[in-house]
């Protein structure tokens, strides 16, 4: 596996993945790793079922991935919504999901090697999201023989180079570019534009050379879809990738 594109975050956006999935097709790729967070969203989860399915993409599951799976009498109307639209045959590639991937010299999670929820490069406190340093980044890591390890959930494109070469790529949201959130303290994450992301990564003779990709495709489809299903939040950090 000399060359992957690393997708994560597609949360049923439908159209960015067909953009995606066609630029990675385009360059010849044939390697792609998938962090997790793949139908959750007011967007066409079966539609993304119908197009991810068909491709053996090694995968590792995501926090609202899990959601899904609950069996949570209470689900939130999106997530109910979702589940809706999934065929038993999706939900059962859900839960055959790994938390975490080591393919190689790859590791590969959603989250953080300990939580699906945790943002392995930022740190959340009241004043909000600010990036992680690569010290505490190493620290956390646990895996000392990793080459590569590469990380999801907080939907911004970012990459580390730690103290002992390792290289930590997220390669940011294919299909939400930005959102609010509540938990540990409100904050906002926002890749500051809406295309589609995703990152190529290359083994090369010292290391790995890191290519993130912002891919063109028709936000407005999506975005309408999210307000026909009553996310206005959602349609606008689609169209715009910003949640200020
Ligand atoms: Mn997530």
New binding site residues.
């Given amino acids: 596996m000399e060359t992957v594109a690393v997708i994560s975050?597609i949360h049923g956006n439908r159209w960015a993945l067909e953009a995606v999935l066609a630029d990675i097709d385009r360059q010849g790729i044939t390697s792609i790793l998938n962090l997790?967070?793949v139908f959750y969203g007011p967007l066409d989860p079966a539609g993304t079922a119908g197009l991810l399915l068909q491709r053996d993409i090694p995968t590792v599951r995501?926090?609202?991935d899990r959601d899904l799976l609950s069996g949570e009498p209470d689900l939130s109307p999106t997530a109910a919504y979702t589940k809706s639209r999934l065929r038993d045959e999706h939900l059962g590639w859900l839960a055959s999901l790994p938390l975490q991937l080591r393919i190689g010299p790859i590791l590969m999670f959603?989250?953080s090697p300990s939580s699906?929820?945790d943002y392995f490069l930022w740190r959340v406190t009241e004043e909000g999201a600010s990036p992680r340093l690569p010290e505490p980044v190493r620290d956390w890591s646990g895996d000392d023989s990793a080459s590569l390890i590469l990380c999801?959930?907080d939907h911004v494109p970012r990459h580390l180079t730690l103290r002992d070469g390792t290289a930590v790529v997220d390669p940011g949201s294919v299909g939400l570019p930005a959102y609010r959130d509540d938990a540990p303290f409100p904050h906002v994450m926002q890749a500051g534009t809406p295309h589609a992301r995703y990152t190529i990564v290359r083994k090369s003779g010292s290391g790995w050379e890191i290519s993130p990709r912002a891919v063109l495709y028709d936000q407005e489809a999506a975005a309408a879809a999210a307000e026909r299903n009553g996310r206005r939040d959602w349609a606008g950090w689609i169209r715009t990738g910003t949640a200020i």
């Fill in positions: 975050d997790g967070d995501g926090n609202e959603h989250g699906d929820t999801g959930h």
